[in-house]
């Protein structure tokens, strides 16, 4: 009896053993990477590494939470399916089973998907990292460089074709962006993205907008899909763009990737030149950036820029500063070039030949910038065009970008500046005392309204004027005016009517001073107030207050808050302001104004923003310039007159010279760009008075479009007419430009009865062919900060090895639908197909 039992019991150990072992290998197959890959594929999800858990759910309505009612279905069905081929089919004996047991099957299965089954699943899956490939489709990879013989046999091998050739002659003749395509379509070129497929998904992108980058499309070979296709992706990258903005580009593919890129290849000459600087945009990525340098480290070549001031004086002495950028130009002399050329006056193209206004300067190139003044002295009036020339070098890539040109206005007469006050205040002297000394100035320029000085002083003395209110062809002939500490019984309404209409029709500059004897109040609910940078408190007065003026982020962009040629420097002259005893306080600033200087603890209503001290405003055409206290005399303390005369100097040649000065805003002609490319269309518009600035009683206006001529051709000249556009002020008409080089607009002035003239160009070298060098700085910059690496196009078959691709695991929890997948459709068709093989084998119809 006993050795039953053990026997027994040895059977029931033998099997328990045999059971867990079972359950061990299904446990071990099922948590194997093999067996979550194998479910993923069956699924359709890609790159599983763990399964965490599998539930099936049922997602039709009528199932959903009733997982009992659908089993009690799939076995309703199943046995009324066993049970008629049992019963009733008595000419199958041998097979009814088999084919009741498979068409039970069927039914259970046709009601499950009735059902709608769908998976829960949660999984690791590992997938492949991200890799972002930017190439440069900016007009400087149109640029066909000079290579050196051994760079043309290091691309021609680079770009071999799978029999192993390439032709070094075209090589050597093609452009930035041929080189690149050449290299693409190669054997080197494509296997080497091929292999960066396999570990990364790449998606790839040119930058030929400013604003954003264009997707291209790797294959068209739909069974490969993760494959790459050289010659179809490099017929994708043109070379349209007409400005490079490598930081605009990093931030576009930020926006449309939100999970982190495992890297960027990026193929450019790198020769950024406006928008977001790179090197920022590029950290913001998170992801290391391997260059491609396209185009030589160091050409033959150069260029010129130049800087003046915007107007000049007649017979005292100037300087023109002349920046040179070369390269490969060491030790080579350059000769330099001052000419101008009168705008506005009715000369033919023959007499619109820039002439020389200043001996040749033979200027030493050492250094990649050379810079150096050139003397001016001028000696006519009027608005000339300042042209710097440099004769170019043997061997130069580019020769256009030799000649550096700006606009320049020469008066005999001054900048005219009015200051309105009620009675003489520290501010009102020193001001006065700093313009008298300004060579654009002078006792000619400044001219004062003082309400408490004597009537015979002010009918008698130049610099004084006996009324506020002037003719207008006087009034809007001001270039600032300067409105302080007055009473509001001083501002008449025809006075606020010009004056708004000075700063928002004629472009205007107003200041507005506040003192501790009328303030703000003044001003309040006059249309004065609607064009200051701050919203006026009528209940509030001048607040004392002992404190620190405190610039803002935005003083830093503000020419005239900068003092001194350094950040220490301005810092310094700042903080010799000292403390304010006190300042007018407002309710708070307006939506469109910038605050440059503000309180450092007063609040406004809000008891959030700071109280605005310095704000600025653009209202109209012109400029409003607040300022919350009349104490800016403080900064002469220690310096004298050095930040003094910056400041209000700065800021009156902000609002001054940006805009047409004196009489010229009578009558403006200016086109909608500086700079077209063939085919455009100019908008010319005129903005016309009379002599009282009043508009003018015509419907059109005759003008000349005069297309200057090169050395092989012969200049042409068309006569347009301009149609009024509105309120008998603004005329404009477009005209469409084909050919390249400088065009003049001389638009005749029907009052005077002289041509008012506005230029432009018809360029065929964009910003991007200003410079032929590869930035080859920016280059290593951008690998080195982002902990990428530089590479010569000739070496991107490194890529492939140096570009690793780092183990990425998401957990992710995703519901996957059961009914459509190919396993549901291959268990239907086996069980057909198995019913209708054993109805054969039966001979059952």
């Known amino acids: 009896m006993s050795s039953q039992i053990n026997a027994y019991v040895k059977k029931i150990l033998i099997s328990v053993a045999a059971i867990g072992g079972v359950i061990g290998v299904l446990y071990a197959v099922i948590s194997s990477v093999w067996f979550a890959r194998f479910v993923g594929r069956m699924l359709g999800l890609e790159d599983i590494e763990t399964i965490h858990s599998i539930q099936v759910k049922f997602a039709s309505p009528w199932a959903q939470e ?66 972002l490939l930017l190439f440069d489709g900016t007009d400087s990879m149109n640029i066909n460089d000079r290579l050196a013989d051994d760079a043309v046999t290091a691309i021609a091998k680079t770009s071999e074709d799978n029999a192993g050739k390439a032709d070094p002659d075209a090589i050597a003749e093609a452009s930035r962006l041929q080189l690149v395509q050449q290299v693409i379509k190669g054997k080197v070129g494509e296997e080497t993205f091929n292999k960066l497929a396999e570990k990364f998904r790449l998606r790839a992108y040119v930058m030929d907008r400013i604003d ?77 950036i391997f260059t491609v340098g396209v185009g030589p480290r160091e050409v033959v070549d150069l260029s010129v820029d130049l800087r003046t001031p915007l107007v000049l004086k007649k017979d005292e002495k100037a300087s023109v500063n002349v920046f040179i950028r070369q390269s490969g130009l060491d030790g080579r002399a350059a000769r330099v070039q001052l000419l101008a050329r009168r705008l506005g006056t009715a000369g033919g193209v023959e007499e619109a030949e820039p002439t020389p206004v200043a001996p040749p300067k033979t200027v030493e190139l050492n250094g990649s910038r050379v810079s150096f003044d050139l003397p001016f002295l001028p000696s006519m009036t009027g608005r000339f065009l300042l042209q710097v020339k440099v004769d170019p070098f043997d061997g130069e890539v580019l020769e256009d970008n030799n000649v550096a040109e700006r606009e320049v206005t020469i008066r005999d007469d001054s900048l005219k500046l009015l200051f309105v006050e009620y009675e003489p205040t520290w501010e009102w002297r020193f001001v006065k005392e700093v313009f008298h000394r300004d060579p654009l100035i002078g006792h000619e320029g400044f001219r004062t309204f003082l309400r408490s000085a004597d009537f015979k002083v002010r009918r008698t003395n130049d610099m004084f004027i006996d009324t506020l209110v002037r003719p207008r062809s006087e009034f809007f002939g001001y270039d600032v005016i300067f409105l302080s500490d007055i009473p509001n019984e001083m501002l008449s309404e025809h006075f606020q009517s010009m004056l708004k209409e000075y700063v928002e029709k004629f472009g205007g500059g107003l ?100 109280q605005p001290i310095i704000a600025t405003r653009r209202y109209g055409k012109g400029e409003v310039i607040y300022m919350g206290f009349n104490e800016m005399w403080r900064l002469r303390r220690k310096y004298g007159e050095e930040y003094y005369r910056q400041f209000w100097g700065q800021m009156i040649y902000r609002l001054g010279l940006g ?61 347009l007419t301009i149609p009024v556009a509105r309120d008998n002020v603004v005329f404009e008409t477009t005209v469409p430009v ?57 070496e991107i078959a490194a890529l492939a090895d140096d ?37 054969k084998l039966v001979n059952l119809r």
């Not at 046995?79 to 084919?99: D, E, H, K, L, M």
């Not at 479009?705 to 051709?713: I, P, R």
């Not at 410079?771 to 990428?788: C, E, I, S």
């Not at 459709?825 to 198995?834: E, N, S």
């Open 212 to 288: 954003q980058t264009r997707e291209l499309e790797l294959t068209t070979d739909t069974s490969k899909p993760d494959s790459v296709q050289g010659p179809h992706l490099a017929e994708q990258i043109d070379a349209e763009g007409q400005v490079t903005a490598l930081g605009e580009a990093f931030n576009d593919l930020r926006r449309r990737h939100r999970a982190r890129p495992a890297g960027v290849i990026v193929f450019s000459d790198f020769d950024q030149n406006t928008g977001t600087p790179p090197v920022p945009a590029a950290k913001q990525l998170e992801a290391p």
């Open 511 to 610: 200041v507005v001073l506040t003192g501790p004897r009328n303030g703000l109040q003044a001003l309040y609910g006059t249309e004065i107030a609607d064009m200051l940078p701050v919203v006026i408190d009528p209940s509030l007065r001048v607040r004392d207050s002992d404190f620190k003026l405190n610039l803002t982020a935005e003083a830093a962009d503000t020419d005239f808050m900068k003092l001194g040629s350094s950040e220490a420097e301005n810092r310094r002259a700042w903080d010799n302001l000292g403390r304010l005893p006190w300042y007018y306080p407002v309710a708070r600033p307006h939506p469109l104004a910038t605050v440059l200087a503000q309180h450092p603890t007063d609040k406004c209503v809000d008891n959030k923003t700071p």
């Open 66 to 131: 009733r997982t009992a009612l659908v089993l009690f279905f799939c076995v309703a069905v199943a046995i009324v399916a066993f049970t008629f081929y049992r019963s009733y089919q008595p000419s199958a004996r041998r097979g009814r089973t088999a084919i009741g047991i498979l068409r039970a099957a069927l039914l259970a299965l046709l009601v499950t998907i009735l059902a709608e089954p769908v998976i829960a699943m949660a999984f690791t899956e590992r997938p492949r990292p991200l890799l």
């Open 659 to 719: 805009r047409a000065l004196g009489a010229q805003k009578r009558f403006q002609v200016y086109t909608d760009r500086p700079t077209y490319r063939a085919g455009d269309k100019v908008r010319i518009t005129v903005e016309a008075y009379d002599m009282n600035y009043e508009p003018l009683d015509v419907q059109k206006l005759e003008s000349r479009l005069m297309a200057e001529g090169h050395a092989d051709q012969q200049g042409t000249t068309t006569d």
């Open 803 to 839: 570009v690793k691709a780092p183990v990425v695991e998401d957990y992710t929890e995703k519901r996957v639908p059961l009914w459509n997948t190919w396993l549901v459709l291959t268990m239907v068709l086996t069980l057909m197909l198995g019913e209708w093989l054993i109805r």
């Open 738 to 794: 084909y050919s390249a080089g400088a065009h003049r607009v001389l638009v005749k002035d029907p009052v005077t009865n002289e041509e008012v003239e506005a230029h432009f160009k018809v360029a065929p070298v964009t910003a991007e062919r200003r410079n032929a060098v590869r930035d080859f700085a920016l280059q290593q910059t951008l690998a080195a900060q982002t902990g990428g690496k530089t590479y010569e196009l000739s």
